[in-house]
């Protein structure tokens, strides 16, 4: 028998009076050290709206190897890409399919097989929750060549931007690579010109919290220039150095490497120096 996505939502729900949801993912298999996306597929079945806060009501469980089950907190939606931090909304009938960077949140370090599954609200402003499905993900050992080769097809997608939707997307899963070769790439994106979600970029540079990442900041202030564009761009660049000088500014950063300390000395000097009205870069 074929089931739609419908079906499969009705087989979902079926218990459920207002909400059906389904949890999938692009891969059930990855290395250690390639990011996680998930989808959450909603369909609103009742009579009225039906609204969805990404912060309050939207619930992630990552079960690990070792059977402990992680409830992540501050979970954002993404929709086609876009993260919405503020209240989802579905009018009777209607279904949404958001993302989730769930590697935003969880490190997925530990090989082995683990097991993802979501709950919302059965109705808005509800207390009785619905859980998905449960997705099973297999974490392989660390394989660089894997690994760098997902990363460049990540670029290829961030420079492409088909959409900014598949852009943003594309850019969070290169920000989320903890792994040293994926610095170059994220400088080759950072001076990509206009670019709308450059500040994710940089998110992936503060969470290398390395001496090449605070080089790539310190090497390209004054890029674009003197202009409105370069303006912002330095601006970035010296409050992304700011955060692994001082990592305490940037906790919502959940998932990052803890700052080497020549490079937390580094950025450091570099923005004390440019608190104090001069720059001067070796």
């Not at 309050?56 to 939606?77: F, I, K, Q, W």
């Not at 935003?104 to 097989?113: D, K, N, P, R, V």
């Not at 997705?135 to 959409?163: F, P, T, W």
């Not at 919502?252 to 080497?260: N, Y």
Request: proline fraction near 4%; include cysteine.
């Amino acid at each position: 028998m074929t089931y739609t996505f419908f079906s499969i939502l009705a087989l979902v729900g079926m218990q459920s009076h207002s909400i059906c949801l389904l949890l999938s993912t692009e891969q059930n298999q990855v290395s250690s050290g390639e990011p996680v996306i998930v989808e959450i597929r909603l369909l609103n079945k009742s009579q009225g709206s039906y609204i969805l806060s990404g912060k309050r009501d939207l619930r992630l469980y990552v079960t690990a190897p070792n059977g402990n089950e992680h409830r992540l907190l501050g979970t954002s939606l993404v929709r086609g890409g876009l993260q919405f931090y503020t209240a989802l909304e579905l009018e009777p009938g209607e279904s949404g399919s958001y993302r989730i960077a769930i590697s935003e949140w969880y490190m997925f370090e530990e090989i082995g097989h683990y097991r993802i599954a979501a709950e919302v609200p059965e109705a808005s402003m509800g207390t009785k929750y619905k859980r998905s499905n449960v997705i099973a993900l297999q974490v392989l050992a660390y394989d660089h060549d894997r690994l760098k080769q997902r990363a460049r097809e990540i670029l290829s997608g961030a420079i492409a931007r088909s959409s900014h939707q598949w852009g943003e997307l594309s850019a969070l899963a290169l920000s989320l690579i903890l792994d040293p070769l994926a610095v170059p790439m994220l400088e080759d994106l950072l001076q990509e010109s206009n670019l709308p979600y450059r500040s994710i970029v940089a998110d992936g540079l503060v969470r290398q919290g390395s001496l090449d990442a605070v080089d790539v900041l310190t090497r390209n202030l004054g890029y674009f220039g003197e202009g409105e564009e370069g303006q912002l761009f330095d601006e970035l660049l010296y409050r992304s150095l700011r955060q692994i000088a001082y990592p305490s500014v940037s906790r919502w950063l959940i998932v990052r490497r803890s700052p080497d300390p020549a490079a937390s000395d580094r950025a450091k000097e570099i923005v004390d120096q440019a608190d104090r009205g001069y720059m001067t870069i070796d």
